[in-house]
């Protein structure tokens, strides 16, 4: 079992930037990729960015490509995302997941979730 926990959601303007944290623990995590998707009010549950606990190529949404940056720390076994130049459609619950998968990963490979963090932008 892998257990993930996110946190550094809030309030922020538009334009403004927040560090969302994902600590894991529970399993070694070097054959994972780890993910962040997010959920807006309404709306199905998107992708947001990916990369392999081991490194290596970034995955991103388009709609986030240049602003957004996920990463991580072996030390403290968790799993960040920089999200810089926020937009009022940024808004959303943003998850941290993980998946026992290193390659050709989609969302159904994604069987540990966490419980989210909100992310709010006003105009």
């Known amino acids: 079992q892998v257990q993930l926990v996110e946190s550094g959601g809030g309030l922020v303007q538009a334009g403004g930037s927040l560090r969302l944290s994902c600590a894991a623990s529970?399993?070694?995590?070097?054959?994972?990729?780890m993910a962040w998707f997010r959920q807006a009010p309404g709306k199905e549950r998107e992708f947001v960015a990916a990369m392999r606990w081991t490194g290596g190529n970034h995955d991103y949404a388009d709609s986030v490509k240049g602003r957004f940056a996920i990463s991580r720390d072996n030390t403290k076994n968790a799993v960040y995302l920089q999200v810089n130049s926020l937009k009022p459609e940024d808004t959303a619950v943003y998850y941290c997941?993980?998946?026992?998968?290193?390659?050709?990963?989609?969302?159904?490979?994604?069987?540990?979730w966490g419980q989210g963090t909100q992310v709010t932008v006003s105009s």
């Open positions: 529970g399993r070694t995590l070097s054959m994972y990729t």
């Open positions: 997941a993980a998946a026992r998968k290193l390659f050709r990963v989609v969302e159904s490979d994604y069987a540990y």
